[in-house]
Each structure stands twice: as structure tokens, then as C-alpha cells.
């Protein structure tokens, strides 16, 4: 790369305008550009891409985004940058998928992920997904149509739902039993580690605790206070820590009366759905 004098005034560098971002004291600490949706930031001999590929390569995230085309969007980047992009860094990575699904309906079923309750995610000031914040990663799912029609004014023609894992520290992938090993670029584009990324992101919506679906007509009183208790997290997470003995029998009740009554039917097709979408994207 080649070494290029501090200025304070934009310049021009391989076809981009980049801008300084100035500290307090008036001195520039680094340059910013934009090139089709992604943010690029030049510091020091650092340089650093973050936002969607695939809006980079196809102006949105809302439809299908395969395999090849991420091969494509990637060689494309790597002739329009001053590096060798497959040699980059990966520090965090997101991946989703989108289905055509009644999205409250979704939503409506979840209820925490290893114990957290989900925080509403607004758009106008009003509730359109749910997002869990975990310490490596986050999980969210919302409305894919109301959010390109209230954030880009374009209308879908059907009702969409988006499912996301953004890992924020790297090393979430790269330790474990189940470690992908995510380093490089050029990790994200192998194609068995992309189906281990693929799984990984399907793991994660089965490990959501889901509301189930149950006919309280069927159950007792003693039973419907038992589905209650286990519908709020906070009531449920004080009878584990106050009553662990309790919280254990009761637990392994809830799990026998969810069996014996639950009707997965809708929740088998979500899955059904996601999987679907995902090995579209694997074969394509």
C-alpha cells in the first residue's frame, strides 16, 4: 500500500472520496468513505469495511443472497479495493435469511434465549422485531416489510420475515467442539465452512424458547398455572434460584405437558421454511 501524507481536506484515493474525521483538538485521526452501501474507514495503515455484502452487491437484503453470488460480491470487492480482500480480517460477521411468513405470528411464539427476554425493536415508534443481546453475538427477527417500506419507501409484495446472528467477537466461531474457524475472508467462502455457518445460524433459532401452542381447554387448573409460571421469565428465574428442588420438578412437568399437548404444526413450518431458504442458498 502505498504511504500517502496527512491532510486535512478530502482527497481522492483509487476512484474514492475520502473524508477526514477530525478528534477535539482539530487534528484528523482518520478518513471515511463509501462505495455501494459499505462504510470504509482508513486509520493509520488500517482499513476497515463494515456493513451488508449483500446490499453492496445487490442493493438489498430482503432477497435471496446464495452461495455464488457471495463469491461474486467478494471478487468484485477485491478489484475495487487497494488490498487483497480474501487476506483480510474478519473481526465480526452477520448472516440471515428471509422467509415469507406472517412476522407477528413468529414473533408472538418467542419468548428468551438461554433465559434473556427479547428488547422490542421499533421503527416509527412502532414494535416491528424482537432482538436478544447476548455477549458474543446478538439474535433478532422482525419485519422485513415493514422495514424496507419505512426505511427505503419500497413496498414488497408479501409479508416477510427475517431471521439474523451477528457475531460480534470472532473468537464466538473459532472456539469449541463446534469451532468453524473464521479468520480470513477467504474462511467465508469455504464452502464447508459456510454450511457450518449455515447451521450455525439455524441452531440458534431452535435454541429460542418458544410460547407453545396448547389447547387450555384440554389442562387443568393446576396445569395452566404451571404454563403461566413458565411463560415469564422473571417469575421463572426467581423459582430457579429461590427453589432450585421445585424449579427442576416443575420444569420436567412443563416439558411432559408440552409434549403431550403442544401442537408444533405452525413452528415445524417456520423451520421448514428457514431450512429451505438456507439450502437454496447453499446449492446456488
Known sequence: ?????????????????????????????????????????????????????????????YDSFTYSQVVEAFESLNNLLPFNIYAATVKKVAMGVVIQE???QVLNTWLS????????????NKPYGLKYFLTDYTIKGYNK??????????????ESFRFEVEVKKINNLNNGKDRIGIHTVQD?????????????????YHKIAKKPIINLN???????????????????????KNHPDSYKKDRKEYKCLTNKLDDSTFQNQVINKLNQQIQFSINN
Open 1 to 61: 500500500m502505498e504511504v500517502m501524507k496527512e491532510t486535512n481536506k478530502p482527497f481522492e484515493w483509487y476512484g474514492l472520496l475520502w473524508k477526514p474525521r477530525f478528534n477535539k483538538f482539530g487534528f484528523p485521526t482518520a478518513y471515511y468513505s463509501e462505495l455501494n452501501n459499505l462504510n470504509i474507514t482508513l486509520r493509520g495503515s488500517e482499513l476497515t469495511v463494515t456493513n451488508s455484502l449483500q446490499k453492496f452487491y445487490m442493493e438489498n437484503n
Open 102 to 104: 406472517d412476522s407477528n
Open 113 to 124: 434465549f438461554i433465559n434473556k427476554k427479547p428488547f422490542t425493536m421499533l421503527s416509527k
Open 145 to 158: 416489510t415493514t422495514e424496507v417500506k419505512d426505511h427505503n419507501n419500497i413496498k414488497l409484495n408479501s
Open 188 to 204: 467465508l467462502i469455504d464452502p464447508i465452512k459456510y454450511q457450518k455457518l449455515a447451521n450455525y445460524l439455524i441452531d440458534k
Open 218 to 240: 384440554l389442562t387443568s387448573l393446576k396445569e395452566k398455572r404451571l404454563i403461566a409460571a413458565f411463560k415469564d421469565i422473571e417469575v421463572l428465574n426467581s423459582i430457579k
